[in-house]
Each structure stands twice: as structure tokens, then as C-alpha cells.
């Protein structure tokens, strides 16, 4: 399949059954797309490879392409600039277990119970969290590599095993060739030998699996060898890494030369520490995309970049009445919060020669579920069912997409004990579940108790609540989400 026809064509929602599925009416198709332009179509070369990289814990406002005026982050941002930026993109879910199964299965995690994070099986138990992902679920590694992609996930898993779960199945369960994770995920791994030790303990204490030690400032540049690793070994077939880091993860242990540079430009030493570790990420990866120039794998590999939820909210690093590391932006709440904060993100596209470079999307509004379908598009992949997203590629063009399905959020389950929220300012804290249509978002708990309207196009920081203004908005939108919340995993 030529890559002019994979980007050809109209944004392709999700099927009808899907749609039902969800417990919502099939909307309107999306507004016709014409046929990309020469500068980003090419009829010329095989199928892109695909790194993703997911950052744990970074906020909307942290990159300095996205405002972040404390500290530079020139080689993410140079991507954006070579690239497509899209300012209205969402995480599956607030939290890192479950935000990472909406991107790896294309479903809203809630669907597939995840409603927190893998944690130890009592508390999983009692949340309503399963305690790995089923790995017979469609995802993205399993479905390019039935398409020839050669696959591997490095990095942060956070999808199963871990803590006192040592029967979880290993990352190649659910169609990698390979993989190297660390205590958030079993099989070969690196553990960390100065920060969460007690996590790294009780990961080696489980075996299964080859493991080794290193301070948490090596992980990210360890992680960028064990991807040119593989690149180097598959250069025979399109390849597909996913590249999950965790350098901006409280806490937060820079490279001395980082913290030295960022010294005097945080809020407090904690801050200090977020920004340094930040530096430190940006030039680990900006050397990896010189050692991919280098190979000659660059151009033609679509590097897709975003975070898998807002930034940490945690008490212990408001110093002196501080807010925590990391931004939101003008956005309300955090890591936690289903408030634009929580989940809203800025998500990079960079295929060099097949994208409107420099482009900012400021208006289509996109979801973690809608890789997978964007991915099987450009792989030449079906796309089962059940996928909730829709097919981003007209947008690597340059076209806006005006229209989607309803998107549904949920952190907790009905009927259990709700999940944390360690947020320490109540206005972030936010009702347990979510569903946006158009511009309108309405969150509310189980039992239709704290019920909020926002307009999110007028009003992103969501400081007016118009649920009793907008009865009729409000009803409609409560009945969506209450059919969606009917159809949850039990």
C-alpha cells in the first residue's frame, strides 16, 4: 500500500458497533477530508516504522513548546516544529496504569477494568482494579506485528506485574519480540538502586526474568541503547518501539550536570530537581534521533510523543505554599483529576517529508485511544471492533477534524471504594467520571452525585460550572454517560 493511499480519505471513525458498544448514537461522520497535499503524500517507500514515546507525569505546560518559560526543551521542541503539534489531545484516564491501557488497546480502560493503577493484589481487589492486562485484548503491538512490524516495548510498563504480582504475563505475552522494562513489569528489566528501592526489592524478590541495577538518571539513556539495539537488528522490516520513560516521575534524581544548569530557576529544590530531570530527558532523547539521522532510520520513522497524565499534585513538594513541580498550564487540576489538567495533553507527530511540518492543530480534538486506529491506517492494519478511537492521519496533513464520538473517562468503579486522589487543593479534585461531546464536558460520581457542566472551548480552565444553566445539555449528556457506565466491566 502506497502512502499516499493510507493518508487519502476522510478521517475514519469508529464502526457503528463500537459505537454501540459505548452506549451512544452513531454521530455524524467527520467533515470530508480532501487528499493530502504533495508536500506531505508521497506514492514513494515502504510502510514508516514508529517509535512512541509516552512520558510518565509530565504536564500540559511543561515542554517550552508549550509555554514552559523556567527551562528549554529544544530537541522535544524541535520535533513539534518539524512536526504536527495537536493542543487538544487527551489521556485514556488519569493515572499511568490505565491511561497506558486506553493507548495500547484503543478502548477506554474502564471497558477492560482499569480504573487506577496495577498496585498489590489486595488493593486491587478492593478498588476494582484488575491486576494485569488481559492479554488476548487487541493492542497495538499485536496488531503491527501481524502486520509485519518487527516489536518491542522498552521503558515503563505498568500493565502487570510488579509489587507482589509475579504471575503477570511478560510484555511478549501481548506481542512483542522483545521487551526490557523495570519493577512496574516482569521479564528482562533494569531495577533502580537509589529511588522507589522498595519497588525494585520486591520486583527482584518475584525472578521471572533476567534483571540488572542502575541509578534512575542511567534509565533513559540505557533505554535509548536498547532501542538503536533493536532498530540495528531489524532494519529489514518496518519496526515498532515503544519507548515509555519515567525521568520526570517523582521522585526525581537528575544527572549532577542537570541540576547545576537548572540551579536557581525552580521555585524550591524539589522544583529544581523536576526541571533538572526534565533538561536530562530532552537531551537523552534528542540523541537518540541524531544516532536514528545517523543510521538513515529517521526519515522514515513517525515518532509519536505525549505524557499519560497531568503532573504530580502530591502535598510533600509544595514548599513553602509552592504549587508542585510541573505545570498544568491555565488548566485545572492534576495527576488525579479528571479536570482538564488531569488528562489534556500536547501530542507530537514527526514523519519527516509526510507531515505539514510546523503545523499547531489548535482544534481537532484527539484521545489516547485514537492511535491505534491511526497506527493501523498507516500500517496497512485492520481495526477490530471494539476500537473506540478514530483515525488521526488527515491531521498529519494539516486538516483539522471537526467532528468525533463521545469520549468517556472513568477513575474508580462504581459501587467501590473510590480510588486516591492525593491531590492536597480540593478545587482539583474531581467527580469520578467523565464524558465529552463537542465542546461540552460533563463529570459526575457514581449515583449521578456531583454533577458539573463545563463549556472546555470557552471556559478550558473550567472555573463555570453550567450544569443548572444548561439543563437540557446537562440531561443529555448525563444519559451518555450513564448508558456508557451501564456497559463497564463488573
Not at 170 to 191: H, I, K, N, Q
Not at 261 to 279: I, P, T
Not at 291 to 305: C, F, K, N, S, Y
Amino acid at each position: 500500500m502506497r502512502i499516499s493511499e493510507w493518508l487519502r480519505g476522510s478521517a475514519v471513525l469508529a464502526t457503528a458497533s463500537a459505537i454501540a458498544l459505548a452506549g451512544v448514537a452513531m454521530p455524524a461522520p467527520a467533515t470530508a477530508q480532501s487528499s493530502p497535499s504533495p508536500a506531505v503524500a508521497s506514492s514513494e517507500g515502504a510502510r514508516p516504522n514508529i517509535l512512541f514515546i509516552l512520558v510518565d507525569d509530565m504536564g500540559f505546560g511543561d515542554l517550552s513548546v508549550m509555554g514552559n518559560r523556567k527551562v528549554a526543551t529544544p530537541n522535544i521542541d524541535r520535533l513539534a516544529q518539524q512536526g504536527v503539534l495537536m493542543t487538544r489531545f487527551y489521556d485514556a484516564a488519569p493515572i499511568c496504569s490505565s491511561s497506558r491501557a486506553g493507548f495500547f488497546t484503543g478502548r477506554f480502560p474502564a471497558e477492560v477494568s482499569f480504573v487506577g493503577i496495577t498496585a498489590a493484589r489486595e488493593k486491587n481487589a478492593k478498588l476494582g482494579q484488575a491486576d494485569w492486562l488481559d492479554p488476548k485484548l487487541p493492542n497495538l503491538a499485536r496488531m503491527l506485528k501481524d502486520a509485519g512490524y518487527a516489536t518491542a516495548h522498552i521503558g515503563k510498563w505498568h500493565l502487570g506485574g510488579g509489587r507482589d504480582i509475579g504471575d503477570a504475563p511478560w510484555p511478549t505475552a501481548y506481542g512483542f519480540d522483545e521487551s526490557f522494562t523495570t519493577f512496574e513489569g516482569l521479564g528482562p528489566r533494569v531495577l533502580v538502586s537509589d529511588e522507589e528501592r522498595n519497588l525494585s526489592d520486591q520486583s527482584a524478590e518475584l525472578g521471572q526474568g533476567p534483571f540488572s541495577w542502575k541509578v534512575k538518571k542511567k534509565l533513559t539513556p540505557l533505554y535509548g541503547d536498547k532501542t538503536i539495539d533493536f532498530v540495528k537488528r531489524n532494519k529489514d522490516k518496518p519496526w515498532f518501539v515503544q519507548l515509555w520513560l519515567n525521568d520526570v516521575h517523582d521522585p526525581w534524581a537528575p544527572a549532577t550536570k542537570d541540576l547545576a544548569a537548572v540551579r536557581g530557576k525552580g521555585e524550591n529544590a524539589d522544583d529544581e530537581k523536576f526541571l533538572a530531570s526534565l533538561v536530562g530527558m530532552d537531551r537523552a532523547l534528542g540523541r537518540l534521533i541524531e544516532r536514528l539521522e545517523a543510521m538513515g532510520e529517521a526519515q522514515d520513522t513517525l515518532i509519536v510523543l505525549t505524557s499519560d497524565n497531568g503532573p504530580s499534585p502530591l502535598k510533600r513538594y509544595m514548599k513553602d505554599g509552592a504549587t508542585p513541580p510541573g505545570s498544568a498550564g491555565d488548566l485545572r487540576g492534576r495527576k488525579f483529576s479528571l479536570y482538564e489538567g488531569g488528562i489534556r495533553q500536547p501530542l507530537i507527530l514527526r514523519w519527516p517529508g509526510h507531515v505539514r511540518a510546523g503545523h499547531r492543530d489548535e482544534k481537532t480534538i484527539g484521545h489516547g485511544v485514537d492511535l491505534l486506529p491511526t497506527f493501523a491506517r498507516i500500517a496497512g492494519a485492520p481495526v477490530g471492533a471494539d476500537a473506540r478511537g478514530i483515525d488521526l492521519t488527515p491531521v498529519l496533513a494539516g486538516e483539522e477534524i471537526a467532528e468525533r464520538p463521545p469520549m468517556f473517562w472513568g477513575y474508580g468503579k462504581a459501587g467501590a471504594p473510590d480510588q486516591p486522589n492525593l491531590s492536597p487543593n480540593p478545587r482539583d479534585v474531581s467527580p469520578r467520571f467523565a464524558v465529552r461531546d463537542g465542546d461540552w464536558k460533563l463529570l459526575m460520581n457514581a449515583g449521578e452525585t456531583d454533577v458539573q457542566l463545563y463549556d472546555v472551548v470557552a471556559d478550558p480552565g473550567e472555573a463555570h460550572d453550567l450544569a443548572a444553566k444548561q439543563p437540557a445539555i446537562r440531561d443529555r449528556l448525563k444519559a451518555k454517560l450513564r448508558g456508557w457506565m451501564a456497559g463497564l466491566a463488573k
